[in-house]
Every structure is written in C-alpha cells, then in structure tokens.
Nanobody, 121 residues
Framework: QVQLVESGGGLVQPGGSLRLSCAAS????????MAWYRQVPGKEREFVAR???????NYADSVKGRFTISRDNAKNMVYLQMNSLNAEDTALYYC???????????????WGQGTQVTVSS
C-alpha cells in the first residue's frame, strides 16, 4: 500500500554529520506523521524523532540539540539531519510513517528497510 525508502547512511567520523532521507510512496491520501527509529544488534528498536502533520517535533533525549527532523510535504519526504555524531549513534536507522490511505481512508502503518549509520574513526 505504502512504501518507505531510506537513504543517506554511511560511515562518518566522530563529530561529523549525516543527513538521512526517507521517501514515502503509494496509496497516500495524507501523511499523519513520520518518524525515525534506530536499532543496534541485540537491542530493541528505539525512538529517535517524530514529526506529526501540523505538530512540533519530538526527540529522544539522547539526540536533542544534535538531530533535526524535517519534512517536505509536497514530496512526501522526511529528513533527519544528524550533527555531532558519536559512536553511540551507530545503528540501523528506520523510517516509520502512518498515513491515511487514498483507497479507503484507513490508517496504514509502515516501516522502511533501514539505512546503516556507522560512526567511527
């Protein structure tokens, strides 16, 4: 119904920056919220940031002041600007969205495949 494709991950040195992108496509009537989560092997997936339509962004305490989430509503995209990266930010980053479907007006929740971010010198 809806697909999310992330991009922008990679290897960066401590203190560096990366910008992740996530594109949503499919039977979208409207996007209610888009968010980023991350996961490291052996740990549960954790919340990073979320932006609801018309709302204010929410951030995990661990990334406040360093990460910024933004959206391009016209393109159905969400971005995550990550600054001052450190080793603890190393993870597989997932995009998450809940949308109202154009087919029947129901709410649809979906995840992307993930993009790897590695912070290492």
């Amino acid at each position: 119904q809806v697909q999310l494709v992330e991009s922008g991950g990679g290897l960066v040195q401590p203190g560096g920056s990366l910008r992740l992108s996530c594109a949503a496509s499919g039977r979208i009537f409207s996007i209610n919220s888009m968010a980023w989560y991350r996961q490291v092997p052996g740990k549960e997936r954790e919340f990073v940031a979320r932006l609801t339509t018309g709302g204010r962004p929410n951030y995990a305490d661990s990334v406040k002041g360093r990460f910024t989430i933004s959206r391009d509503n016209a393109k159905n995209m969400v971005y995550l600007q990550m600054n001052s990266l450190n080793a603890e930010d190393t993870a597989l980053y997932y995009c998450y969205s809940d949308v109202t479907l154009s087919t029947d007006g129901s709410t649809y929740y979906t995840w992307g495949q993930g993009t790897q971010v590695t912070v290492s010198s």
